[in-house]
Each structure stands twice: as structure tokens, then as C-alpha cells.
């Protein structure tokens, strides 16, 4: 087995701490040459013999590897994708689920699985497994089966898993997860997802009758409105639930899944709050927490919406995937890794921290 990767350096500090304003963006080329340290780096000196990375989590961050991997060019047929496949497989539960048994987190665990199942899908031999898996996170869904109509805040969202409370995360992971493996915007799963994913936004309006976006109108996105309302940014003096990047970035990306078009008020409302944010040097109202989860969000949200500039509140265009690839190639370690110095949500784990930063790269060569 790998040793932890988890006690910081303090080389590694200075380098997630180091300024993305660069005076040159990053090349295709240092781009490419990023990737392949950064997957040097996970399949020679992080992926234990059974194929896992970072197996005392589970194998969600197994699943995020093999992802980046093949996302960021290394074929699903290669050795290391194999092993950690199989890892991943070893998980299969007999009610569709990939997961430890007895697992807290199986909803998450599962989504995020099925990206990994999509990515390797590459001769169909997958189509059965990963079929159960949707059937199994669409079951955990909230929704009537748990007594949750569409006027309760928590109708449509998915959480962590054990009936958890749902959350814009789990909910956009889910959701992502569904749209990669060719479920339709129009299924019933992505729908009611939709009605959950609007709840979490600061937009007043008929899509969001809660309280808290009545506080706060700023037209950003939180963690959840369900079981009280929570932002992992914290509240306004008023019990208003701030907005931050990452949430922000998730419901524009699962909105766009469900088929919300660009002149939609919620879409428009968005773009219009991380314009006002636009920034890659940290996770706007979270700062470094969160950074490179932050970063993949970005990516896949921009890349999505199809532009390939973004123009912020001031009016500047930006070449979005120029600055985001110039920021996580400015934090590469020497070592191929990277790794935040603020340990918030287990991105001081070289694993996770790096499957992140590939996952977003992948995004940033030319089309």
C-alpha cells in the first residue's frame, strides 16, 4: 500500500498558495506535460496493488481517479485503469449499488462510480452494471416514495446516501452522472432533480418560494434548502444563505443537464453572479477551501455552456480555459501532484486533490 499522503509539507503549502497570474498562459504543450506528471504521479506512486487510491475512503476517490485518468487521455484499456476498474467493481451490491456495505455515503459513491463506468464503457460490456447503478440512484432520489411532494424543499435532491439529507453536490454529481451514461434532460430523475437543483439558488421567484433566496437575491447558489437551509459559506445577518463558486458553478451545470436554456432568469442569474465573482484564484466566498473541487466544477460548467470566453461583471472577456489551466498548472507539486493546503473536505489528499486538478486540464486543450 501507498504511504498517506495526507500530512502536509511545507513545500507543498507553498505551492497551492503560489499566485495563477502567471505572464504567460499555459501551453497545450505545458498542459499536456501537466497531465502527464499528474497521472505519472497517481498510477506510479499512489495506486495501491489492488488497483485503489486512497481505499481507506472508499472507493469514491478510486472512481475519481479512473475518471481523470481516461477524461485526461490515458486509454481505458491501460493496465493501471484496468486494476482500478476491477477495484471499483469489487463494490458492485446485488441492489445495483457501488458501494461498501454499510456505507453512509452510497448514493455518492455510486454517482460518482457510474462516471467511471462510463468512462471505461469503451466496448458496451459495462451497459448492464451500469444500467442497475442509475436504477439504484434514482431509487434514493428524494421524492413521493419518501413521503416528499414537490412543494417540500428536499423533493428532487440526492444526498450522501442513507436517506441523508439531499444537497447540491450529491444532487449535481447525480445528475451528471445520469446526463454522461445518455439518460434524457426530460426523465422524470432529471426533472425533479431540476426542481431541488432551482431551490438551491438566491433567485426569488416561482421556482424557489422558500425563504432564503428573499434574503439574500444575489442569484448565486448554496449547499441545500432542505432540513432548515444550509451554505457551507455561512448566512447574512438575516438568515440569508450565501452564495458561493463551487455551488454556484453546480447548479449552472446540472440546470443546463435538464435542459434550462441560456435565456432562462435562473441561468441568467448565474452567469450573472460569477461574473461578478469570475476568478480563479480561489473558490469565491469559500476561499482556498474547496479549491479544486471548485476547479473540475468550473471547468465542466463552462464547457458545457459551450463558450469559449467569459466575460465578467466589468465587462473583460476571458479565455476561460487559458486562465484555469494557467492557475492548476501554477500548483502542480515537483512530483506530478497536487494538494491543498487547506485540508477542508479532504483536498489535502494528493488523490483527490489531483484527480481534480486532471478532470479540469481535461478541459482546457483546444477543442
Request: proline letters at 6%; one cysteine or more; aromatic letters at 8%.
Amino acid at each position: 500500500m501507498r504511504p498517506s499522503s495526507r500530512p502536509l509539507a511545507r513545500a507543498s503549502l507553498a505551492m497551492v498558495l503560489l499566485p495563477s497570474c502567471f505572464a504567460h498562459a499555459a501551453t497545450p504543450d505545458a498542459i499536456r506535460a501537466a497531465i502527464a506528471k499528474g497521472s505519472a504521479f497517481l498510477v506510479g506512486k499512489e495506486q495501491a496493488a489492488d488497483g485503489s487510491f486512497s481505499a481507506e475512503v472508499g472507493p469514491a476517490v478510486t472512481a475519481l481517479a479512473v475518471t481523470a485518468l481516461v477524461r485526461s487521455g490515458t486509454p481505458a484499456d491501460a493496465p493501471a485503469v484496468q486494476r482500478g476498474l476491477a477495484y471499483l467493481l469489487s463494490f458492485k451490491q446485488p441492489d445495483g449499488g457501488i458501494y461498501a456495505p454499510g456505507s453512509p455515503t452510497a448514493n455518492y459513491e455510486t454517482s460518482i462510480g457510474l462516471l467511471a463506468l462510463a468512462a471505461c464503457n469503451t466496448d458496451g460490456s459495462l451497459d448492464d452494471t451500469i444500467k442497475a447503478a442509475a436504477d439504484y440512484v434514482k431509487h434514493l432520489q428524494w421524492d413521493d416514495g419518501e413521503g416528499k411532494g414537490p412543494a417540500d424543499p428536499a423533493y428532487g435532491g440526492a444526498g450522501y446516501g442513507k436517506k441523508s439529507r439531499p444537497d447540491l453536490s450529491n444532487t449535481q454529481f447525480m445528475v451528471e452522472a445520469l446526463r454522461t451514461i445518455g439518460t434524457s434532460e426530460n426523465d422524470p430523475a432529471i426533472q425533479r432533480a431540476l426542481a431541488f437543483v432551482s431551490r438551491t439558488q438566491n433567485l426569488p421567484g416561482p421556482h424557489n418560494t422558500t425563504t432564503f433566496p428573499e434574503k439574500n437575491p444575489d442569484g448565486g447558489f448554496y449547499y441545500t434548502p432542505a432540513a432548515g437551509g444550509e451554505s457551507q459559506a455561512g448566512t447574512t445577518p438575516d438568515g440569508g444563505l450565501r452564495s458561493y463558486g463551487s455551488m454556484t458553478y453546480a447548479g449552472l451545470k446540472s440546470m443546463i443537464y435538464a435542459g434550462v436554456t441560456k435565456d432562462d432568469p435562473r441561468v441568467k442569474a448565474a452567469l450573472a453572479w460569477l461574473a461578478k465573482h469570475y476568478t480563479f484564484e480561489e473558490n469565491p466566498g469559500m476561499g482556498d477551501a474547496g479549491l479544486f473541487y471548485y476547479f473540475h466544477t468550473a471547468a465542466k460548467s463552462l464547457d458545457v455552456l459551450g463558450v469559449e470566453t467569459f466575460a465578467d461583471a466589468a465587462g473583460a472577456s476571458h479565455a476561460w480555459r487559458d486562465e484555469l489551466s494557467t492557475a492548476i498548472v501554477a500548483r502542480q507539486r515537483e512530483d506530478g501532484a497536487w494538494q491543498n493546503g487547506n485540508d477542508r473536505w479532504m483536498e489535502g489528499e494528493t488523490d483527490l486533490a489531483t484527480a481534480y486538478a486532471l478532470l479540469a486540464l481535461s478541459y482546457c486543450l483546444p477543442k
